[in-house]
């Protein structure tokens, strides 16, 4: 079965940092295109980072220059650096992976079952 497994969240406070990773198994990890997504309750699902198979990579606004998405072929993961951490970044952050670009671009795909990122003081 496919599997997406993040792991790495944390409570944390302001300006701290914290590395998600993402393990992907059940796939061919390195033709597929990998995101990360994060919820936070009341809001909608917004993308955090993106990244192509062939590494080419995206973020949201909010993120940028605060996060750092790569993936590791080698390990079948996906890992997103959050540095500068802030409360709106406060969250359940979402793995996705999608063999189409198309849907890589639409948010469809592969799930993990998400890790929670709690940035409070």
């Known amino acids: 079965q496919v599997q997406l497994v993040e792991s790495g969240g944390g409570l944390v406070q302001p300006g701290d940092s914290l590395r998600l990773s993402c393990a992907a198994s059940?796939?061919?990890?390195?033709?597929?295109?990998m995101g990360w997504y994060r919820q936070a309750p009341g809001k909608q699902r917004e993308l955090v980072a993106g990244?192509?198979?062939?590494?080419?990579?995206r973020y949201a606004e909010s993120v940028k220059g605060r996060f750092t998405i790569s993936r590791d072929n080698a390990k079948n993961t996906v890992s997103l650096q959050m540095n500068s951490l802030k409360p709106e970044d406060t969250a359940v952050y979402y793995c996705?992976?999608?063999?189409?670009?198309?849907?890589?671009?639409?948010?469809?795909?592969?799930w993990g079952q998400g890790t929670q990122v709690t940035v409070s003081s």
């Open positions: 996705n992976g999608a063999e189409g670009y198309l849907d890589y671009m639409r948010g469809r795909g592969y």
């Open positions: 990244i192509t198979s062939g590494s080419t990579i």
């Open positions: 059940g796939l061919p990890f390195s033709i597929y295109h």
